[in-house]
C-alpha cells in the first residue's frame, strides 16, 4: 500500500512552475460548485416536482419513489461516462473531454426544462426523463478535469486537509443556491403554474451556469502551466483493466471510508423534504429555509475540518466523524417524527456533520493511490462512493421508512458509518503489514 489514509508521500510540491496551489483552487471551486448546483436542482425537483407532473398516475408515495428511481439512474451510468471520457481524452486531448462532457451535462440538464408533462405525452415523458438523468450521469462521469488531484499533489504538506476541503464547498454552496431559487419560485408563483411551467427556470439557470463554468474550466485546462503540472505529476488517463489489477483494492478502501459522508449526503437534504411533503402539514417553503440555513452551517463545517484535519490527521478526523454520524443514526428518526423544532435540530445536525465529514472525503477516497493511478483512480473511487452511498439514499430510506418505520432510515446511516469505520481499521491493517 502507498500510504495510510492521512498521508500521501509523493505529495511534494513542484516548483516547476509559477502556478499555485491558490490558483488550482479557484478552478476546482468554480467546477465543483457549477456540477452541484445542477446536481441539486435535479435533487429537489425529484422531490418535489416530478412525482406530480411525470406520475401522476399513481399516489404520491408510489410516484416519489418512481422519481427517485430515475434520480439513481446518474450514479449507476457515471462509472461508465468516466471510462467513456476517459478514452475520449487519450485520443483527442483534455480539453475535448471536458468541452464533451460539459456540453453533454448542459444539453441533458436543458432538456429536461422542456419536456413535456405526463398528461401532454403520456409514458414518453418518463422515457425522456430517464434518458436526460442518464446523460446528466455520463457528463458528470466525464466531466473530472483532475484539478482537484493537482491540488492535493501541490498542497504544502502542513496544509493538505485545507486544499482537500476547498473542493468540498461547492456541495453547500451548489445546495444553498438551488434551494433558495426554488424555495422562491414556489413561494411566489401559484402552485398550478408552477408544476406548469414554474420549476423549469432552476434548469435554465443550470443550463446558464455550465456555460459560463465550461469557459473557465477550459481556461485553466487549456493553460500551458497547468498542462506542465497534470503531466508532471502523471495525471493523465490510464487504462481500466491496469487500473483494477494494481489498485482494486485501494479503490474500495477509498470508496468505503468515505460512505458515511456520502450516505449522509442526500439524507439531510433529498430525503427530508420528501418526508415533509409526503407527510407533514408543514410548509416547503419553511423547511427549505431550514435546509438553507443548515447549508451554511456545512460551508462552516467543511471549512473547519480543513483547520482539523491539518492538526490531528485526515483519518482521526474522518473516524471520529463517523463516531459522531454512528450517534446521530441512532437519534435521527427521533428527530425526524418528533415536532418542528425537532425536525429543524435533524436538518441542523445533519448539516454541522455533513460538512464536517464531507470536507475531507475526497482526500480519504485518494490518498493510497500512487500518482500513476491517481487521475483515472479518483474518478472511479468517487463514482464508486456516490453509488455506494447516495445514489440510492433517497430512494431505499423513503421506501423503507414509509412501509416500516424511520428507525430504516437510521439503519441506513448506520451502515454508511459503520463501512467508513471498516474501512479505516483495514487500510490501518494493511499499512502497518506492509
Avoid at 430512494?395 to 428507525?407: E, N
Wanted: hydrophobic share 55%; net charge neutral; with cysteine.
Amino acid at each position: 500500500m502507498a500510504s495510510s489514509i492521512g498521508y500521501q508521500g509523493n505529495e511534494i510540491p513542484s516548483d516547476s512552475s509559477h502556478v499555485s496551489p491558490g490558483d488550482i483552487a479557484v478552478g476546482v471551486v468554480v467546477g465543483r460548485s457549477s456540477e452541484y448546483f445542477d446536481f441539486f436542482v435535479y435533487a429537489i425537483a425529484s422531490a418535489l416536482v416530478f412525482p406530480s407532473v411525470f406520475f401522476p398516475f399513481v399516489d404520491r408515495l408510489d410516484g416519489t419513489l418512481y422519481s427517485f428511481a430515475i434520480f439513481a439512474l446518474a450514479f449507476l451510468v457515471r462509472p461508465i461516462g468516466t471510462v467513456l471520457f476517459m478514452a475520449l481524452q487519450r485520443r483527442f486531448g483534455r480539453e475535448a473531454k471536458l468541452t464533451g462532457a460539459m456540453f453533454l451535462l448542459g444539453l441533458s440538464t436543458a432538456g429536461i426544462a422542456f419536456l413535456p408533462n405526463y398528461d401532454e405525452a403520456g409514458h414518453l415523458s418518463i422515457a425522456l426523463l430517464a434518458v436526460c438523468r442518464m446523460g446528466q450521469g455520463l457528463a458528470l462521469g466525464g466531466a473530472w478535469d483532475g484539478l482537484p488531484s493537482l491540488l492535493a499533489l501541490n498542497a504544502p504538506p502542513q496544509r493538505r486537509g485545507w486544499f482537500a476541503m476547498l473542493g468540498q464547498l461547492g456541495a453547500p454552496l451548489g445546495f444553498f443556491v438551488a434551494a433558495g431559487l426554488f424555495a422562491y419560485l414556489m413561494g411566489n408563483v401559484d402552485s398550478s403554474d408552477f408544476l406548469n411551467w414554474g420549476w423549469r427556470y432552476p434548469f435554465y439557470v443550470a443550463f446558464a451556469i455550465n456555460v459560463v463554468a465550461l469557459f473557465a474550466r477550459l481556461r485553466l485546462v487549456a493553460d500551458d502551466d497547468f498542462t506542465r503540472m497534470l503531466e508532471e505529476r502523471e495525471l493523465q488517463p490510464t487504462g481500466v483493466m491496469e487500473l483494477l489489477r494494481s489498485q482494486s483494492r485501494n479503490l474500495l478502501i477509498g470508496a468505503l471510508a468515505a460512505l458515511s459522508s456520502f450516505a449522509l449526503f442526500h439524507l439531510v437534504t433529498v430525503f427530508p423534504l420528501s418526508w415533509i411533503s409526503l407527510f407533514s402539514d408543514r410548509s416547503v417553503v419553511d423547511f427549505l429555509g431550514v435546509e438553507m440555513f443548515g447549508a451554511v452551517l456545512a460551508a462552516g463545517g467543511v471549512v473547519m475540518s480543513g483547520l482539523i484535519a491539518d492538526r490531528i490527521g485526515r483519518r482521526v478526523t474522518l473516524g471520529v466523524l463517523a463516531s459522531l454520524i454512528v450517534l446521530f443514526s441512532i437519534a435521527a428518526p427521533s428527530l425526524m417524527r418528533g415536532g418542528q423544532s425537532s425536525q429543524d435540530a435533524f436538518v441542523v445536525t445533519g448539516f454541522i456533520l455533513l460538512g464536517l465529514s464531507y470536507g475531507q472525503a475526497s482526500g480519504a477516497m485518494t490518498s493510497n493511490l500512487p500518482a500513476k493511478y491517481r487521475y483515472m483512480g479518483a474518478a472511479l473511487t468517487a463514482d464508486l462512493a456516490w453509488l455506494l452511498g447516495a445514489g440510492f439514499a433517497p430512494l431505499v430510506a423513503l421506501g423503507l421508512s414509509a412501509h416500516f418505520g424511520l428507525a430504516y432510515m437510521g439503519i441506513y446511516l448506520f451502515s454508511g458509518a459503520a463501512a467508513t469505520l471498516a474501512a479505516l481499521s483495514l487500510n490501518r491493517a494493511l499499512e502497518m503489514r506492509d
